[in-house]
């Protein structure tokens, strides 16, 4: 109060956070599953993951957080500026999945042993906890990290406009380089 007079609050700035606020070295945020969903990753699996990425002092820059998301339809991940997010995976692990999900990705699927079935809709992919967890890092982490990446190495550092086919190839070009120490880390039973 000034001279009986109250003041106005200056509630207008923002909160800070990971999303508004640069971080020096990217946190690692689990937030809860969501109904139907659970988390198969834990911050440790990502703490370790990202300790065999061969270029992440530079992969992380722009970084603020990974975030293991709540799990949403027909989302396995996605990005915003500064945060890359790993969606909560089915609580039923196996999956069914239209043709076009299981093309797109059968190079990983064959390489993580997960079998697929045809069925009237799709396919039936039939992940285990150990294939789940490798998908998830090793495709869908390191395909919101190609986002980023894109993100990063343009020139105003503001959008990721190379689209999924950039993400995509990053994610298996990525894969193929790190597969030997993904195992010697990982187990994938």
């Not at 609050?9 to 508004?20: D, S, V």
Request: include cysteine; glycine fraction near 6%; charged fraction near 30%.
């Amino acid at each position: 109060m000034v001279d009986g007079v109250v003041q106005f609050k200056n509630r207008r700035a923002p909160t800070p956070n990971y999303y508004n606020t640069p971080q020096t070295v990217p946190v690692i945020d689990r937030e809860r599953p969501g109904s139907g969903y659970r988390h198969l990753l834990k911050k440790r699996d990502v703490i370790d993951f990202i300790s065999i990425l061969p270029d992440w002092e530079e992969l992380s820059k722009g970084l603020n957080v990974i975030v293991l998301a709540p799990g949403e339809e027909d989302t396995d991940g996605w990005h915003d500026p500064g945060v890359v997010a790993v969606c909560a995976w089915e609580r039923e692990l196996w999956r069914e999945v239209d043709d076009e999900y299981c093309q797109e990705h059968a190079d990983t699927l064959e390489r993580l042993g997960v079998p697929c079935e045809k069925t009237k809709s799709g396919s039936l992919c039939k992940f285990s906890e150990a294939t789940t967890k490798a998908f998830q890092l090793l495709h869908i982490l390191l395909h919101e990290l190609g986002h980023h990446h894109d993100r990063m190495t343009t020139r105003s550092k503001r959008a990721a406009s190379r689209g999924e086919g950039y993400a995509e190839r990053y994610a298996r070009q990525y894969e193929n380089l790190i597969w030997d120490r993904y195992l010697e880390v990982f187990e994938l039973e």
